[in-house]
């Protein structure tokens, strides 16, 4: 499969329909996604699988993933939101 078909269905998987999840997921594979090594890639691509209400409960920070990988990919959207320009995010 092309890199670019891969990214399109990645990000359709990332657009989840609610917003606090969309504000975080979808920036992040627009600009970092390609700038992970392939283990990173391979855990984002696990992590869009679960369900929205990990998701959620992960991406506040109010609870960890317990697997390894997951918690660093989280850990990594949620620092790349709290250190962009994304003023929305801020509002979470």
Same mark, same amino acid.
Do not use: C
């Given at each position: ?7 399109? $269905?990645?990000?359709?998987?990332? =657009?989840?329909?609610?917003? @606090?999840? %969309?504000?975080? !997921?979808?920036?992040? #594979?627009?600009? +970092? ?5 392939? $283990?990173?890639?391979?855990?984002? =691509?696990?992590?869009?699988? @679960?369900? %929205?209400?990990? !998701?959620?409960?992960? #991406?506040?920070? +109010? ?30």
């Amino acid at each position: 499969m092309s890199e670019d078909i891969t990214l399109k $269905r990645l990000y359709w998987h990332s =657009r989840r329909g609610m917003w @606090e999840l %969309d504000l975080l !997921l979808v920036p992040f #594979l627009e600009h +970092r996604y390609s700038e992970l090594d392939e $283990r990173d890639r391979e855990a984002f =691509r696990a992590l869009i699988e @679960e369900e %929205d209400q990990d !998701l959620f409960v992960w #991406l506040m920070r +109010r609870e960890w993933p317990q697997d390894d990988a997951l918690r660093r990919v989280v850990k990594m959207i949620v620092e790349y939101a709290e250190t962009t320009g994304n003023d929305q995010y801020r509002t979470l």
